[in-house]
T-cell receptor, first 112, second 116 residues
Framework: AQRVTQPEKLLSVFKGAPVELKCNYSYSGSPELFWYVQYSRQRLQLLLRHISRESIKGFTADLNKGETSFHLKKPFAQEEDSAMYYCALSGDYGGSQGNLIFGKGTKLSVKP | DVKVTQSSRYLVKRTGEKVFLECVQDMDHENMFWYRQDPGLGLRLIYFSYDVKMKEKGDIPEGYSVSREKKERFSLILESASTNQTSMYLC???????????????FGQGTRLTVV
């Protein structure tokens, strides 16, 4: 079964502290993984994807196939990072590719 | 800029009504999706379409149907609205997965539907 698990509903840190949002996945093939973010009153948008291997807004995520994880990390959290974060997996439905399966999301709260 | 536009931001409907939620995208994307977003449950896929007139059931299709007569438009239909369908509905679109294609999904602003 294709599944994305985000174990934390809420993560609260102080400004300047490191952040790690956990994501584990279950997928039989070669996965394509993403992190999406939703800031208050804004639409859901892509933060980063594992294929790009880039850092966006100071965030990075490494795909670990052995642990089936794709954790999102940032060394120094900022207040503007407060948002809802969703991990997503590109999976298959009926043989078609490109749909996205989302985790339940983690709300990150960065306190001053 | 990619635009995914949902026809309504807020809707209030009565139990038993037939409800149409419309979504239009302007990037010539093959894939279009309907999700519902509920606190603590994340985004759950209702239906997915990878081409005109093609559709696939997602995780929670019961009580919903979809229509894709044109590539740019994907409609979600609640055949007989019920109170448990009160939710935020999100439409998204993306290119079909391929070796060089970017499969980033672009989302609409959401429709908050309340069924009373």
């Amino acid at each position: 079964a294709q599944r994305v698990t985000q174990p934390e509903k809420l993560l609260s840190v102080f400004k300047g502290a490191p952040v790690e949002l956990k994501c584990n996945y279950s997928y039989s093939g070669s996965p394509e993984l993403f992190w999406y973010v939703q800031y208050s009153r804004q639409r859901l948008q892509l933060l980063l994807r594992h294929i790009s291997r880039e850092s966006i807004k100071g965030f990075t995520a490494d795909l670990n196939k052995g642990e089936t994880s794709f954790h999102l990390k940032k060394p120094f959290a900022q207040e503007e990072d407060s948002a809802m974060y969703y991990c997503a997996l590109s999976g298959d439905y009926g043989g078609s590719q490109g749909n996205l399966i989302f985790g339940k999301g983690t709300k990150l709260s960065v306190k001053p | 800029d990619v635009k995914v536009t949902q026809s309504s931001r807020y809707l209030v409907k009565r139990t038993g009504e037939k409800v149409f939620l419309e979504c239009v995208q302007d990037m010539d994307h093959e894939n279009m999706f309907w999700y519902r977003q509920d606190p603590g449950l994340g985004l759950r896929l209702i239906y997915f379409s990878y081409d005109v007139k093609m559709k696939e059931k997602g995780d929670i299709p019961e009580g919903y149907s979809v229509s894709r007569e044109k590539k740019e438009r994907f409609s979600l239909i609640l055949e007989s609205a019920s109170t448990n369908q009160t939710s935020m509905y999100l439409c998204a679109s993306s290119f079909m997965a391929g070796a060089l294609q970017n499969t980033e999904a672009f989302f609409g602003q959401g429709t908050r539907l309340t069924v009373v």
